[in-house]
Each structure stands twice: as C-alpha cells, then as structure tokens.
C-alpha cells in the first residue's frame, strides 16, 4: 500500500523560506507522478506543482512558479518543495498527492481522480 507522508510545516514569517517533504513508501514510483497542493483555510484546495518521477520533468502553477520549486529524490522516494519568500496568502495545509496514471502535466486538472494522498503540513506565514 502507498503511503506519503508531509513533514516541514511550520510558522514562519514572511520573507522565510520552507522545505517541505513527502516521504512515499508502499512501492517504486516508476512511471507515477506526484505532485503538491494546498488548501487555504475556507477554500478549495488548490495545485502547486507537480514532478514526473521517472523523468524529473516538472510543472507548476503560474502564480507561485517563481518562488516555489519542486524536486524528487529517486533514492530516496521522497518530494520536495521549496518555497521561497512565503507571504501570508501562502498559509494553507500542503499535501503531496501520487498516482501511476495521471501525468504530472495533468495532475492540475484532474485533483479529484488522483490516487494517493498524505494527511498534509500546515504552514502559517506570518506577516
């Protein structure tokens, strides 16, 4: 069974940079992709970015893409995200989603089919 497990939250200020990471177990993650989202407090939960675990190709939603990046470690099996330069509005829970039939590229557009979740990290940023 496939587990993925968040860690890294915490409070921080605006201005700070945060790593979180999302430890996968259960299998290999070859051909799957895996991916980062985020759910603000009375919102939707929303796409971050996404990585194709064979091929590192990565992808991102265009209003954090130059702040936040995401990575693999194959050996590993665990996801990055590096968020740099956090603001208020970046307080959410993130969690790391995978699935081994939706494609990094289309993990924005099909949230509600994707496989494997984690329980999430909050991170707060203060202002």
């Given at each position: 069974q496939v587990q993925l497990v968040e860690s890294g939250g915490g409070l921080v200020q605006a201005g700070d940079?945060?790593?979180?990471?999302?430890?996968?177990?259960?299998?290999?993650f070859s051909g799957y992709a895996m991916?980062?989202?985020?759910?603000?407090?009375?919102?939707?939960?929303?796409?971050?970015?996404?990585i194709n675990w064979s091929d590192g190709t990565t992808y991102?939603?265009?209003?954090?893409?130059d702040r936040f990046a995401v990575s693999r470690d194959v050996a590993k099996t665990t996801l990055y995200l590096q968020m740099n330069n956090l603001k208020p509005d970046d307080t959410a829970v993130?969690?790391?989603?995978?699935?081994?039939w939706i494609?990094?590229?289309?993990m924005d557009l099909r949230v509600d089919d994707l496989t494997y979740w984690g329980k999430g990290t909050?991170?707060?940023v203060s202002s």
């Open positions: 940079s945060l790593t979180l990471s999302c430890e996968a177990s259960g299998r290999t991916g980062w989202f985020r759910q603000a407090p009375g919102k939707e939960r929303e796409f971050v970015a996404a991102y939603e265009p209003a954090t893409q993130y969690s790391c989603a995978a699935d081994p494609t990094a590229q289309a909050l991170v707060t």
